[in-house]
T-cell receptor
Framework: GIQVEQSPPDLILQEGANSTLRCNFS?????LQWFHQNPWGQLINLFY???GTKQNGRLSATTVATERYSLLYISSSQTTDSGVYFC????????????FGIGTKLQVIP | DGGITQSPKYLFRKEGQNVTLSCEQN?????MYWYRQDPGQGLRLIYY???????QKGDIAEGYSVSREKKESFPLTVTSAQKNPTAFYLC??????????????FGPGTRLTVT
């Protein structure tokens, strides 16, 4: 099946700093999602981004499907950004099944 | 408000007992999923259902069972055959399986502890 790698695994930021999280995948995909898992475990949809760039406030995401990667940008980080960020891509041959990366754990300190 | 509800939030059971986790959605989504998350890990697919009265095994189905009698509901039973059931369980749903796209939405999860 498709392999998903996220980097870095852990990240500590000072409040106000910017960061870039990366998601690499081993096969071509026609969909990709980014999620934020807050400290209570809730998975929050950030972006559904099969290709191109999207922005939502301080967050933006870019997917380059032909090169098999996606980037999540967080600008002017806040303590509420802390948590784990996951990307997820569909399994080849089964567009309703997805594979998750193991995530990037972000801690934003005041 | 449309969304996905899971109950209970925390569940404690003795080893050897079966336990059923509830998942309900009012998003009118056809597809529903159950995932398991262990500490420091990503999500692994247990079962999924694309339509009422039909479901398929995911990557780690052994020791689990599901039913899909209603579009809104997809309960998961953790049986005594599951060797390591303590984990965080997440339910998700997505729009019609007939479309070549997906966007999954998640419930708040159930933390199961078996001792």
């Amino acid at each position: 099946g498709i392999q998903v790698e996220q980097s870095p695994p852990d990240l500590i930021l000072q409040e106000g700093a910017n960061s870039t999280l990366r998601c690499n995948f081993s096969d071509s995909v026609n969909n990709l999602q980014w999620f934020h898992q807050n400290p209570w475990g809730q998975l929050i949809n950030l972006f559904y981004i099969p290709s191109g760039t999207k922005q939502n406030g301080r967050l933006s995401a870019t997917t380059v499907a032909t090169e098999r990667y996606s980037l999540l940008y967080i600008s002017s980080s806040q303590t509420t950004d802390s948590g784990v960020y996951f990307c997820a891509v569909p399994n080849s041959g089964g567009y309703q099944k997805v594979t998750f990366g193991i995530g990037t754990k972000l801690q934003v300190i005041p | 408000d449309g969304g996905i509800t899971q109950s209970p939030k925390y569940l404690f059971r003795k080893e050897g007992q079966n336990v059923t986790l509830s998942c309900e959605q009012n998003l009118n989504h056809d597809a529903m999923y159950w995932y398991r998350q262990d500490p420091g890990q990503g999500l692994r697919l247990i079962y999924y259902s694309q339509i009422v009265n039909d479901f398929q095994k995911g990557d780690i189905a052994e020791g689990y069972s599901v039913s899909r009698e209603k579009k809104e509901s997809f309960p998961l039973t953790v049986t005594s055959a599951q060797k390591n059931p303590t984990a965080f369980y997440l339910c998700a749903s997505s729009i019609s399986p007939g479309q070549r796209s997906y966007e999954q939405y998640f419930g708040p999860g159930t933390r199961l502890t078996v001792t």
